[in-house]
């Protein structure tokens, strides 16, 4: 197997554990804790008793764009494992750019949401918020393998019809 293969595979193993992440995080509600309770995106728990957030802008900001974040890196990896199992047709520089859109659409999520709570003095973030911002570099670096990957491609096919031995 080459670097070319390796980096694709690796990018699309980067790219499937950042999807994991950033699933379970979407989708739990241990964002933060709070003395007898917990909260996410969607619900907040007090007593084990568990009822809808009330709409705010930031939270609604979050939450869309965590959802977004969660169905580009789908896209990727979907292109990502195209590339890996089909030799032709490269598409890297898409795929890189859709893992970077979903690294900045996570930024813009979890610094939001961090700006939101942060101040609190008797809230502290949890496993959730942790695997949100976990899932970040995951998708930056899948970004860069899928990139570094093109560029391997294209140097080979520019100095394809040289006589040079490398």
Not at 23 to 30: E, F, I, Q, W
Not at 61 to 81: E, F, K, P, Q
Not at 93 to 104: Q, Y
Not at 129 to 156: E, H, K, N, R
Request: glycine fraction near 12%; hydrophobic fraction near 50%; aromatic fraction near 12%.
């Amino acid at each position: 197997m080459g670097v070319k293969r390796s980096l694709q595979s690796g990018g699309t193993l980067l790219g499937f554990l950042a999807n994991i992440f950033m699933l379970l995080s979407t989708a739990t509600n241990y964002w933060i804790r709070f003395p007898g309770g917990h909260s996410g995106l969607w619900q907040d728990c007090n007593g084990g008793i568990c009822s809808n957030n009330p709409c705010q802008t930031m939270l609604a900001v979050t939450r869309a764009c965590m959802v977004l974040a969660a169905g580009s890196s789908i896209v990727g990896l979907v292109m990502g494992l195209r590339i890996v199992c089909h030799e032709g047709d490269s598409r890297g520089r898409t795929t890189s750019a859709i893992f970077f859109l979903c690294g900045l659409l996570l930024l813009i999520a979890l610094t939001g949401y961090t700006v939101k709570n942060a101040w609190k003095s008797d809230v502290f973030f949890s496993w959730s918020y942790f695997l949100g911002w976990l899932a970040l570099p995951f998708c930056i670096l899948a970004g860069f393998c899928f990139l570094m990957a093109d560029m391997i491609v294209q140097s080979t096919d520019a100095i394809g019809g040289f006589p040079v031995c490398l």
